[in-house]
C-alpha cells in the first residue's frame, strides 16, 4: 500500500469495561485498590530484600527483580483504566498506544524469561546444591538479569514490526481497556490472516512452550526432591509451590489471548483485569505468605524502621528540652545576663 493510502488513523478509542454505573463504581474502587495493593507490595519486597543482608542470595535477588518487572507492568495499563472509568470518551493516541504494546511485551518478555531463571535457580539448589555458589555467581546473576531485559526488548520490537507499518484508515474503535496486538491488527486496512498466525506464534506458541517447559521442570525437581531429600522436605515445597503459581498466574491469561480462537469479549476483560492488576498484586502476597524466611525479614525491617522512628523522636525530644534550657539561662531575666 502506498504512502497516500497509509494510516490515516491518530487516535483509538475504548469502548471500556461496562456503561453501568455502579459497575463502573465497583470497578473503580477493586482496581484502585489492588493498584495500590500491587505497588506497596512490591516495593516492600524490593526494599526488605535490598535491606535485609540475609536475603541478599540468588533466589532472593530474582524475586526483587520480579517485583520491579511488576511494579512496571502493573503501571502499564492500569492507571489510564482507572481514569478512563468515568470519562465517556475513552481516546489513546496512536503513539500511545503502541507503547502500550511496547512495553507490555517488552517486561512481560522479561518476566518469562525471570520466571525460567528462578526455575533453574530452584533445579540448581536442589539437585545440584554443592555447586549451587559457583552456578549462581553474583555475576551470573547480572549477566542473567541483562540478558532477561535484552530478550524482553528483541521479543517487544519483533512484536511491533507486525503492526507499526499496518495501515490503518478505520474504524478506530477497540472493545477494551488498553492496547494490544491481536485487537489492534483487527482494525488494520488489509488481510491480516497471515500476519494473525504471525503474532499467534511468536507470542502464543512461546507462551505455551514456556510454560510447559517450566511445568515439566518443576515436576522433575519435585521428583527429584522426594526421592534425595528427607529432611527439609516442606520447606522446599512451600518455596516451589509458590513459583508454580506465579508461574500459572503469569501464562495462563497469556496463553487464552493468543491461542485461543475467537475468545468471549466478558470473559477476555476479565482476564485482561486479572493479568493487568491482580497477577501483580497476587505475585508478592504469594511469596510473601509462603516464605518464613521473607516474612522475618519483613518483621526486621519493621522493627528497625519502628526503632529509627522512635530514636529520631527521642533525639526531637533532647534537642527541644536542650532549646528550653538554653533559653531559660539566656533570657532578660537569666541571672547570667
Given amino acids: 500500500m502506498n504512502g497516500a493510502n497509509h494510516s490515516v488513523v491518530s487516535e483509538f478509542v475504548f469502548l471500556g469495561l461496562s456503561n453501568s454505573w455502579e459497575i463502573q463504581l465497583f470497578l473503580f474502587f477493586f482496581s484502585s485498590l489492588f ?10 519486597i524490593v526494599v526488605t530484600v535490598t535491606s535485609d543482608p540475609y536475603l541478599h542470595s540468588p533466589m532472593y535477588f530474582l524475586l526483587a527483580n520480579l517485583s520491579i518487572i511488576d511494579l512496571i507492568f502493573c503501571s502499564i495499563a492500569a492507571p489510564k483504566m482507572i481514569c478512563d472509568l468515568f470519562r465517556k470518551q475513552k481516546v489513546i493516541s496512536f503513539g500511545g498506544c503502541i507503547a502500550q504494546i511496547f512495553f507490555s511485551h517488552a517486561v512481560g518478555g522479561t518476566e518469562m524469561v525471570l520466571l525460567i531463571t528462578m526455575a533453574f535457580d530452584r533445579y540448581v539448589a536442589i539437585c545440584k546444591p554443592l555447586h549451587y555458589q ?14 532477561a531485559w535484552t530478550i524482553g526488548f528483541i521479543h517487544s520490537l519483533t512484536q511491533l514490526g507486525f503492526v507499526v507499518n499496518l495501515p490503518f484508515c478505520g474504524p478506530n474503535v477497540l472493545d477494551s481497556f488498553y ?10 486496512c488489509t488481510d491480516t490472516y497471515r500476519l ?15 510454560f510447559f517447559l517450566l511445568v515439566l521442570s518443576y515436576v522433575y525437581i519435585l521428583a527429584t526432591l522426594q ?3 528427607s529432611g527439609g522436605l516442606s520447606k522446599a515445597f512451600s518455596t516451589l509451590s509458590a513459583h508454580i503459581i506465579v508461574v500459572v498466574l503469569f501464562f495462563d491469561p497469556l496463553i487464552f489471548f493468543y491461542m485461543w480462537p475467537s475468545p468471549s469479549t466478558h470473559l477476555d476483560k476479565f482476564l485482561a483485569i486479572f493479568d493487568a492488576v491482580l497477577t501483580p498484586f497476587l505475585n508478592p502476597v504469594i511469596y510473601t505468605f509462603r516464605n518464613r524466611e521473607m516474612q522475618k525479614a519483613i ?7 519502628m526503632g529509627f522512628r522512635k530514636k529520631s523522636l527521642n533525639v526531637f525530644i533532647e534537642t527541644k528540652s536542650f532549646q528550653v534550657t538554653i533559653n531559660k539561662f539566656s533570657g532578660p531575666n537569666s541571672q547570667f545576663s
Avoid: H, W
Fill in 35 to 44: 493498584y495500590m495493593s500491587s505497588l506497596m507490595g512490591n516495593l516492600l
Fill in 299 to 305: 518483621r526486621r525491617v519493621f522493627t528497625q524502621l
Fill in 227 to 229: 526421592k534425595n531429600s
Fill in 196 to 210: 494473525e498466525f504471525m503474532v499467534t506464534a511468536n507470542s502464543g506458541f512461546i507462551s505455551l512452550g514456556a
Fill in 134 to 147: 559457583t552456578i549462581m555467581s553474583p555475576q551470573m546473576c547480572i549477566l542473567i538479569l541483562v540478558v
Fill in 179 to 188: 492496547c494490544d496486538i491481536p485487537q489492534l491488527i483487527k482494525l488494520a
